[in-house]
């Protein structure tokens, strides 16, 4: 247990702490938002060629949660490609978190016109998502609503995808060992869609479907980059899947002509816990998506 003065004292820090970050503020929840970006029989964007971009790095603060090893043993397939399987539900590396799902939520381009009310390009292309190892490859990707997802079959056994949406159809294929690669889409804004797999219940996905093209999902730095956004003023939302729903965090951004925008996120509990005893693991009230939520 703490004393009280160790309690006062890390109220204290926190409180500093979220001072510090009064340029954010955090919702919780992630699924079902159907206002995630812009009605695609909006006002079309014409680009200037002015546009820039929105840059930053995702920090996970206190004491990071461990990767567990995956007990793969129902499939000898997977155990035999994947020997050191690994929970991917947090993936930090000094300090940095990745597969944080970031996108511009709303705002007002340069010439006043809402972001929400504009339609820009339909996606080009594909993206592929991976069933490699008896794991997602990427956990965490977006993609434009109608976008074709592109699923393949690495691995020398039976995946069986499915995708369980809020404001999309279910969606649910079984796909062997040298199948050929099935095509989904989505045709409605989610954040974020939950995929598993029926065979190997440890397999996740998740995917962020937007009427717009302006996301990134942070790497294993905790970098991300936003590009080619239009000039204006935004609510960017950082998403990650945490344990259980998920958790967001958003902040207010201005991007200038030409001009590239930063937007740090922190994610995790207090700065105050880092290099604390192991004790101040039974803390986890000190989550700042409560405490400064609005
Ligand atoms: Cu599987």
Not at 17 to 30: M, R, V
Not at 56 to 69: F, I, M, Q, R
Not at 180 to 195: C, Y
Request: glycine share 10%; proline share 6%; with cysteine.
């Amino acid at each position: 247990m703490l004393s009280r003065s160790a309690r006062l004292w890390l109220g204290i820090v926190a409180a500093i702490s979220l001072l510090s970050l009064a340029s954010s503020c955090t919702g919780g929840g992630g699924g079902g938002n159907e206002n995630t970006g812009p009605t695609t029989t909006g006002k079309a964007y014409s680009s200037k060629g002015d546009e820039g971009s929105i840059t930053g790095k995702v920090s996970y603060t206190g004491t990071a949660p461990e990767a567990k090893k995956i007990d793969t043993s129902a499939d000898a397939a997977c155990t035999s490609k994947s020997p050191n399987l690994m929970t991917e539900d947090w993936v930090i590396k000094d300090g940095k978190l990745a597969n944080t799902f970031v996108y511009i939520k709303e705002g007002t381009l340069a010439d006043n016109s809402k972001f929400t009310e504009t339609a820009f390009p339909a996606p080009s292309g594909t993206v592929t998502l991976d069933q490699n190892g008896c794991h997602y490859r990427p956990h965490v990707l977006g993609v434009m609503v109608k976008q074709d997802i592109n699923i393949t079959n690495s691995d020398p056994t039976t995946h069986n995808i499915h995708f369980t949406p809020k404001n999309n159809p279910d969606w649910n294929q079984s796909q062997p060992n040298g199948a050929a690669p099935l095509t989904h889409k989505l045709n409605v804004a989610e954040v974020l869609v939950p995929v598993k797999c029926n065979q190997h219940p440890w397999m996740k996905a998740y995917i962020g479907v937007l009427k717009h093209p302006f996301f990134a999902v942070s790497a294993e730095d905790g970098s991300y980059t936003i590009k080619n956004v239009p000039p204006g003023k935004y609510t960017v939302v950082a998403w990650h899947e945490g344990q259980g729903s998920g958790t967001e965090k958003t902040m207010e951004v201005t991007v200038a002509a030409k001009a590239a925008a930063t937007a740090d996120f922190t994610f995790g509990s207090t700065a105050a816990l880092i290099g604390q005893p192991s004790s101040l693991k039974l803390l986890p009230a000190i989550e700042f998506p409560m405490l400064s939520k609005h």
